[in-house]
Each structure stands twice: as structure tokens, then as C-alpha cells.
């Protein structure tokens, strides 16, 4: 007889798919932990109604006035959102993570996965062993945040064509910081924040992934005379390209990375065979 499954540490409600979520499945993954996630496609999220308990709109919710809120960032239309959510995101945006009673609402994604890093074994060591090797990784993760944004800004922007030359530079100069450290690191130590795989680790796998996107806009990109922002990232970088590709291949990371990279794949080639018909 199986086991029951065991209960989620967390809920996330989001866009899908989304590589920033993996953040917190993958960690979950590692610690034999479950993360309960809830969405759709990012084009259908404006007609649910977006709760810990999150649903299709039904009759007479888009004229309910208690659920109007006004989208932003990425959501340019009308979204409908109890009280309850409003209550526990006060900025609004996806992923939202929620504690499992739905009480205690965590936003950004990299609060979503160190929510449930904390409640893993210790001895994992996937937030550090000490709270100077946390406070490592915090550090890292924040430096990723800050790039995150610049990466949110280039990445939308292919969405409604309105990427420009000073997006996209604003985003090759943040990537170069962002990867200049983490070269730097791992050339000292064999993972991101030591020698042991953390949460640093994690973000960084996920947050490449998510900006390689930006390698199936070519034909945008060549209408304001840049190039993708990875091109040759594996010589600029080399130790964070292996690095990359080895998490890639982790057994904790391939769930999700696997089918996500095959899709993009087959996306790059399409936008290579279309620069070609143009060239």
C-alpha cells in the first residue's frame, strides 16, 4: 500500500509555466517536501478569480466591484481579486505563495522558496549551516533580484514589441554584474555560495533559464540592431555555463527544466528560420 502524500508546505498561485516557481519546487524537491501550485497560462489569468482557493470567473464575478482591480505589470486589463488576496499580496503580482491555511501570504519568488527552505532539514544545508553562510546567500539572492527586475522590463517588452536599445543594454549590463559575480564565486568554490549546493544555486538555475527566453525574439532584436544578450555567454562565463548545464541536469532540477528547454529550443529554431527567410 502507498503512502498518502504529504501535505504541502506551501501554496503558490501563478502565471504557468513560470521558471521563477520552480525556485520553490525544486527546493521542495531536494528536501522531500510538496509545494501545492495553482494556475494557468498567462493569458488566461485575467479571467480567474485570484484567491489562496484561485478559480475560473464564474456568472457575476467580472461585475462584482469588491473583485475589480486594475492590472499591472505584465496584466494590462481588469484582474478580479477577493479581499482576502489583496489582504494577504498588497502589491498585487504573481507568483503569490500563501502558508498551507492561507493566512500568511509571501511575495517574491525568492521569499516564496526561502519560505520553504526554512522548513527543510537543517542538515540539508539548503539555506546555509550558520547565519553567516545564510546570510551568504542572501546576499546572492538579492543580487539576483536586482537583475530579476531589469530581466521582467526586456523580457515583457518582446510581449507588446516595444523593446528598444536601451532596454535590452540595460538588461546586457545587468546580466554581465549579476554573472560577473557568480563567475567570480564559483571560481572559489565548487557551487554558488560555498561548496554545497543552496538556494543560491537554485535561483541562479532558474532565473538563466528564464532569461534565455530572450533567444526567441531574434527577429525583434534585429530590427534595433542588438543581439541576444547570452550570445557567447559560454565564453564570457564559462564556469557559470558548466555550472548551468550541470544543474540542468541534476535529478532535482530536470522535472521542470527538461520539457521547458525542449519547447524553447524548438522556439529559437523557428526565430532562426525566420531571420533567415528575411536575411
Known amino acids: 500500500m502507498s503512502e498518502p502524500a504529504a501535505e504541502p508546505v506551501l501554496r503558490i498561485f501563478s502565471y504557468l509555466p513560470n521558471p521563477r516557481i520552480w525556485k ?15 494556475g494557468a497560462g498567462g493569458g488566461e489569468l485575467g479571467n480567474w478569480l485570484w484567491d489562496f482557493d484561485p478559480r475560473p ?38 507568483p503569490a505563495g500563501f502558508s498551507p491555511d492561507g493566512t500568511t501570504g509571501v511575495f517574491e519568488s525568492n521569499s516564496i522558496m526561502r519560505a520553504v527552505a526554512r522548513q527543510t532539514d537543517s542538515a540539508l544545508g539548503l539555506y546555509g549551516t550558520d547565519v553567516w553562510s545564510a546570510s551568504r546567500i542572501d546576499s546572492f539572492l538579492d543580487v ?11 523580457l515583457l517588452s518582446f510581449g507588446d514589441r516595444s523593446v528598444s536599445g ?29 561548496d554545497a ?29 542588438r543581439r541576444p544578450v547570452m550570445t557567447d555567454w559560454e565564453t ?23 520539457a521547458y528547454l525542449d519547447k524553447l529550443s524548438q ?8 531571420m533567415k527567410e528575411h536575411s
Open 236 to 258: 564570457r562565463f564559462p564556469k557559470s555555463a558548466a555550472h548551468y548545464a550541470a544543474l540542468c541536469g541534476h535529478e532535482a532540477f530536470a522535472p521542470d527544466m527538461h
Open 24 to 38: 520553490s519546487l525544486i527546493t521542495a524537491r531536494l528536501a522531500g517536501l510538496t509545494v501545492d501550485v495553482v
Open 57 to 94: 470567473l464564474a456568472d457575476g464575478d467580472r461585475e462584482n466591484p469588491d473583485y475589480q482591480v486594475q492590472g499591472r505589470t505584465g496584466f494590462k486589463s481588469t484582474l478580479y481579486k477577493t479581499r482576502a488576496f489583496r489582504s494577504a499580496h498588497p502589491y498585487g503580482t504573481v
Open 197 to 225: 549546493l543552496t538556494i543560491a544555486d537554485v535561483c541562479f538555475a532558474c532565473e538563466v533559464t528564464l532569461f534565455s527566453r530572450e533567444r526567441a525574439a531574434l527577429w525583434q532584436l534585429d530590427q534595433i540592431g
Open 166 to 194: 536601451e532596454i535590452h543594454d540595460r538588461a546586457l549590463a545587468g546580466f554581465d554584474t549579476w554573472l560577473g559575480g557568480v563567475e567570480s564565486a564559483l571560481g572559489e568554490s565548487s557551487h554558488i555560495a560555498g
Open 144 to 154: 539576483a533580484l536586482v537583475f530579476a527586475r531589469d530581466s521582467q522590463v526586456y
Open 267 to 274: 522556439d529559437i529554431a523557428s526565430a532562426n528560420e525566420r
